[in-house]
């Protein structure tokens, strides 16, 4: 979980999409592709994963204006047989890209039991759990892999040359929610370095290095310094091997090789903010034994290790995807978190664009 502004007003989840819908159909996106956009952004929000909800729309507005990214988005198929296919993105919205790709994937997977989909030429498709929700909703698991721009830089290196190439798994169980794993292979990503930057609070010490190995804690100067390849995000693990740096390392590569070798696409420093590639795996949950008995096991799994013992001084113990889902309850009903910075850069592309603002009422300061 990212911290929030003591400052924020809270926005009806609602008009918050309405907005983004708004922004979306006036840049010339199809009113179902703009929803697909909107949900997504929404949907980070709701579950408290700031760095990738309504804060980052202003880099599909960017890309859109200057004509970077075409408005309508065109998935064709390059490949297919029953349980695999590969998809071309057509250099479009990466969240359109992404949803019409599990689509195909959920499909295959009830036809054949498991399907593996690749997809080249997409872009940015945002919060990487949005895709494994997808299966969880039709009783399936689901897997979504992504590359992107150079960040992370490899074991004993300072150079950025792997994306943050996150991995998102999902699985339905008997519990109030599913477990949803979705990180990063770094410690920290370039979108929490912006919400940091955006709440004007330094960056704890141990994430970002320089050319020299030292620790970097400004995210201002992180984020211009990423830009100029003079900073790098360390994998999961941290420096070095001692506290595990390669094993972070190593899943980043691994999701570098589903993500590009699969479709021939751009890696590393190939990679740009558009043309990255994904890689999609759904599994039919009934195809190894009635739903129920799935869920009741992954149930109990997570129960289990809710109650296991605690340390001195904590009461609870989460499993991936619970401190989400209840943001995302709490959220629903009181409403997102904005900051004010956040507000008067909706407010300047509204403006901007010549769409309504975004509607306020209802919203609340935060006690």
């Not at 859109?64 to 047989?81: C, H, R, W, Y």
């Not at 989460?318 to 709490?330: I, L, M, N, Q």
Request: hydrophobic share 40%; proline share 6%; charged share 20%.
């Amino acid at each position: 979980m990212f911290p929030v502004d003591p400052n924020s007003l809270y926005v009806r989840s609602e008009a918050l999409r309405a907005f983004m819908e708004d922004v979306f159909r006036t840049l010339g996106v199809p009113e179902g592709d703009a929803r697909i956009g909107a949900d997504v952004l929404l949907e980070a929000d709701l579950r408290g994963i700031d760095s990738h909800g309504s804060g980052r729309l202003w880099i599909y507005v960017d890309r859109l204006k200057a004509g970077k990214q075409p408005s309508i988005t065109t998935v064709t198929t390059v490949t297919e047989d029953p349980g695999t296919a590969l998809l071309d993105g057509g250099s479009g919205l990466g969240h359109v890209v992404a949803v019409k790709a599990m689509e195909v994937a959920l499909r295959k997977a009830k036809e054949t039991g498991i399907a593996g989909i690749a997809v080249r030429n997409s872009s940015h498709f945002g919060f990487a759990g949005y895709y494994p929700l997808m299966a969880i909703e039709q009783g399936m698991v689901g897997m979504a892999f992504t590359n992107a721009r150079p960040s992370i830089c490899p074991t004993f290196g300072s150079e950025p040359m792997l994306g943050t190439n996150p991995i998102a798994f999902g699985a339905p169980t008997d519990v109030e929610f599913p477990f949803l794993f979705d990180a990063a292979t770094s410690i920290i990503q370039r979108g929490a370095v912006e919400l940091y930057d955006r709440l004007g609070m330094d960056l704890p010490e141990g994430l970002v290095i320089d050319p020299e190995g030292k620790s970097l804690s400004d995210p201002a100067a992180v984020l211009k310094s990423m830009v100029e390849g003079s900073a790098a995000l360390l994998p999961l693990g941290g420096l070095g091997e001692a506290t595990g740096g390669y094993k972070g390392y190593g899943l980043a590569a691994m999701v570098e090789i589903l993500s590009a070798a699969f479709q021939n696409g751009p890696y590393l420093r190939q990679v740009t903010g558009v043309g990255m590639g994904h890689f999609f795996i759904v599994i039919d949950v009934s195809r190894f034994l009635p739903l129920p008995i799935f869920k009741s096991v992954a149930g109990n799994i997570l129960r289990d290790l809710q109650g296991s013992r605690k340390i001195p001084g904590e009461s609870r113990i989460y499993v991936a995807g619970e401190k989400e889902y209840d943001t995302r309850k709490e959220r629903l009903e009181r409403g997102v978190p904005l900051s004010r910075e956040t507000l008067m850069q909706l407010d300047a592309m509204a403006e901007d664009l010549g769409v309504s603002p975004l509607d306020r009422s209802g919203k609340e300061r935060r006690s």
